[in-house]
């Protein structure tokens, strides 16, 4: 695991090795063990280095045997021992046991070919020296993240943006569209980023430049639906069980112990069950409890770890750490990211990193084997297609109802509300848009500035984002549509974000089984009334599973992590988010009307309406803005 940076400038116009350096020491905390530059003429890249393989060995930028050819490389391919072979039969020989030297074997003998070929998750960054020709590329769904920006006729790349902006002679400046994202949706949709000039290259593509002509890039894998010939539902479960064990176990690759993060929910206990059925030593478990809360799952974790005979460790988190924390939280996204999720895995990361240097995660689960209770609200909501016009007379009746007399009811109304909206769209792909939204139309159109809310928010907005972000999904069901979608923008866009910034931030990584592109090629012909029936998701995981877990945790409905954000804001972090908002410049910077932040704080406070999760956003964008000193 690694952060990688580098620039082609093109045109002549050399790269020196201190702005290399610049740019790698901004993501040291990426790679803390090993770091290396390559600079010649107008092209130079570098990396830092989190030594998992091969720890002697290893060191970055490597040469090609013949010299042609240099690679950084980011990530860890898993199946990286298996291509030896053909390689060798090609006439390649090895000088170390780590994945970053069979990648560049496999780049040199397949060519843009070679990408398809990698399991695991990765960013690399190829360099001709005979060409002069950049090869980069990114796992099939995302998990390693890969920044770029063209500038002046060249182009940088970077694993974060803080890389990107301590390059010299560049220019950055806020994406409108992308604040608007920040607020509706809590983070910036890819492969948007919240500058103008920076963008990510989308998961499963390459990108090649030469000396001259624009990049090119290509998609080298997606996701897809296919139908296989019909079997047993007791068939589909023990060949999942089959593929599960075995796609584990090539996570286990390493030359340094791995532990688990462990919540005791379904998907981090069938990792956490796997890795003690396939490690000849107690796994490491790691948990993070909020004690005296609903959310605490700290007693199912246990529970876990002790039928497993695992090594658990569990910390608490008082609400004052997490509200401590949001400077620091925020400096590390290098964008507003204001997914509350965000606090409880930076602590667990940081548990994590004083006794392992990896671990494996349950991410992945819901999305490739429908576990979300979004994924059962579109399944139920496809009964009520062509109902509209009984519906619009209902949802007027309830826009006319003045506020509640408490949140919890005041909730339930805006939940009924986002229903009913959702009803009224076409299709799940443009459900997914509005479902995923954290404001609502009604809400932006109070607080926005009218300028601001014209150019990004009027009529069509939600049709547009679906056109821009979406391909034509019609050959699908609404529940796949929903589900690809899930897939393909929101998990990059935000749990994965969410998962390689909070613990690369501790130097520790995170490794994904639920994501192996093979794993979620074979989800893709599972007939989804084995993911999703009756209002149980992941049916398949959980059958096969639980003969491996106690009686209750496979039978457990996700609960996921939620910070109690009501209560939070109607006490003293209320205050904290205003002055933040006011103090950085954000209220001044045309995005919401000046007495935005006041309003919502009071109608907040008294106890007529909730809302914790935009007032979260917007001390989370106060304290990104002044940061970048906008103010």
């Known amino acids: 695991?690694?952060?990688?940076?580098?620039?082609?400038?093109?045109?002549?116009?050399?790269?020196?090795?201190?702005?290399?350096?610049?740019?790698?020491?901004?993501?040291?905390?990426?790679?803390?063990?090993?770091?290396?530059?390559?600079?010649?003429?107008?092209?130079?890249?570098?990396?830092?280095?989190?030594?998992?393989?091969?720890?002697?060995?290893?060191?970055?930028?490597?040469?090609?045997?013949?010299?042609?050819?240099?690679?950084?490389?980011?990530?860890?391919?898993?199946?990286?021992?298996?291509?030896?072979?053909?390689?060798?039969?090609?006439?390649?020989?090895?000088?170390?046991?780590?994945?970053?030297?069979?990648?560049?074997?496999?780049?040199?003998?397949?060519?843009?070919?070679?990408?398809?070929?990698?399991?695991?998750?990765?960013?690399?960054?190829?360099?001709?020296?005979?060409?002069?020709?950049?090869?980069?590329?990114?796992?099939?769904?995302?998990?390693?993240?890969?920044?770029?920006?063209?500038?002046?006729?060249?182009?940088?790349?970077?694993?974060?943006?803080?890389?990107?902006?301590?390059?010299?002679?560049?220019?950055?400046?806020?994406?409108?569209?992308?604040?608007?994202?920040?607020?509706?949706?809590?983070?910036?949709?890819?492969?948007?980023?919240?500058?103008?000039?920076?963008?990510?290259?989308?998961?499963?593509?390459?990108?090649?430049?030469?000396?001259?002509?624009?990049?090119?890039?290509?998609?080298?894998?997606?996701?897809?639906?296919?139908?296989?010939?019909?079997?047993?539902?007791?068939?589909?479960?023990?060949?999942?069980?089959?593929?599960?064990?075995?796609?584990?176990?090539?996570?286990?690759?390493?030359?340094?112990?791995?532990?688990?993060?462990?919540?005791?929910?379904?998907?981090?206990?069938?990792?956490?069950?796997?890795?003690?059925?396939?490690?000849?030593?107690?796994?490491?478990?790691?948990?993070?409890?909020?004690?005296?809360?609903?959310?605490?799952?700290?007693?199912?974790?246990?529970r876990v770890a002790q039928h497993l005979g695992l090594q658990h460790e569990v910390r608490p988190l008082e609400l004052r750490d997490a509200a401590d924390l949001l400077p620091e939280l925020v400096r590390c996204f290098d964008e507003p990211f204001a997914d509350p999720a965000a606090v409880p895995m930076w602590h667990l990361s940081a548990m994590a990193a004083g006794e392992v240097k990896a671990v494996l995660g349950g991410d992945g689960g819901d999305e490739i084997f429908a576990g979300y209770r979004r994924h059962r609200t579109e399944q139920r909501l496809g009964r009520f297609a062509g109902l509209g016009p009984a519906i619009r007379p209902l949802g007027r009746a309830m826009d006319a109802l003045p506020a509640l007399p408490s949140r919890r009811a005041e909730r339930l109304r805006a939940q009924l509300g986002r229903l009913r909206d959702a009803a009224l769209l076409p299709d799940g792909s443009t459900r997914f848009l509005s479902r995923t939204q954290i404001t609502s139309a009604a809400l932006r159109a109070r607080f926005y500035e009218p300028g601001f809310h014209g150019r990004q928010d009027g009529p069509g907005a939600l049709q547009q984002q679906w056109a821009e972000l979406l391909p034509s999904l019609d050959r699908l069901n609404d529940l796949d549509q929903f589900l690809h979608v899930d897939l393909t923008l929101q998990l990059p866009g935000q749990m994965l974000t969410k998962v390689d910034r909070a613990s690369m931030a501790h130097s520790l990584e995170v490794r994904v089984p639920f994501l192996s592109h093979r794993l979620v090629d074979w989800a893709g012909t599972v007939p989804t009334a084995l993911k999703l029936r009756g209002g149980e998701g992941k049916r398949i995981l959980r059958r096969a599973v639980a003969p491996w877990l106690p009686p209750a945790t496979a039978k457990r409905r996700k609960q996921g992590f939620k910070l109690p954000l009501a209560a939070w804001f109607a006490g003293d972090f209320g205050a904290h988010a205003r002055a933040i908002w006011h103090d950085s410049g954000a209220a001044r910077a045309g995005f919401l009307r000046p007495d935005a932040a006041d309003t919502l704080l009071r109608e907040h406070a008294s106890g007529g309406r909730d809302h914790g999760r935009l007032l979260y956003t917007l001390a989370v964008f106060g304290h990104w803005w002044e940061q970048q000193g906008r103010g």
């Open 1 to 302: 695991m690694c952060g990688i940076a580098g620039w082609y400038r093109r045109g002549g116009t050399p790269v020196s090795e201190a702005a290399l350096v610049a740019a790698c020491d901004a993501i040291r905390h990426r790679g803390p063990d090993d770091s290396g530059t390559l600079a010649e003429g107008d092209f130079g890249f570098g990396m830092r280095r989190l030594s998992l393989l091969d720890l002697a060995g290893g060191h970055q930028p490597m040469l090609s045997a013949d010299g042609r050819f240099a690679i950084v490389f980011n990530g860890e391919v898993y199946n990286h021992l298996e291509l030896r072979p053909a390689l060798e039969a090609a006439g390649f020989r090895f000088r170390t046991h780590c994945d970053t030297e069979t990648v560049l074997a496999a780049f040199c003998h397949w060519g843009g070919d070679a990408w398809a070929r990698l399991e695991g998750m990765f960013a690399a960054a190829v360099w001709d020296r005979r060409e002069r020709q950049l090869t980069l590329a990114r796992d099939p769904l995302g998990i390693k993240p890969l920044f770029i920006t063209e500038q002046r006729g060249g182009l940088a790349f970077a694993s974060e943006i803080k890389a990107l902006r301590a390059l010299p002679d560049h220019r950055f400046t806020v994406d409108e569209r992308a604040v608007h994202d920040a607020l509706s949706v809590g983070h910036v949709r890819p492969p948007r980023t919240i500058l103008s000039e920076i963008r990510v290259l989308p998961p499963g593509h390459s990108l090649v430049l030469g000396p001259e002509r624009e990049a090119r890039e290509t998609a080298f894998w997606h996701s897809r639906r296919r139908r296989v010939p019909a079997r047993r539902a007791a068939d589909w479960v023990e060949e999942f069980r089959e593929l599960w064990l075995d796609t584990v176990r090539r996570h286990l690759l390493a030359d340094v112990p791995l532990g688990v993060f462990l919540s005791g929910g379904v998907d981090s206990s069938a990792v956490a069950a796997a890795m003690a059925k396939l490690s000849g030593r107690p796994v490491r478990a790691f948990t993070i409890g909020f004690p005296g809360t609903p959310v605490d799952e700290t007693e199912h974790a246990r």
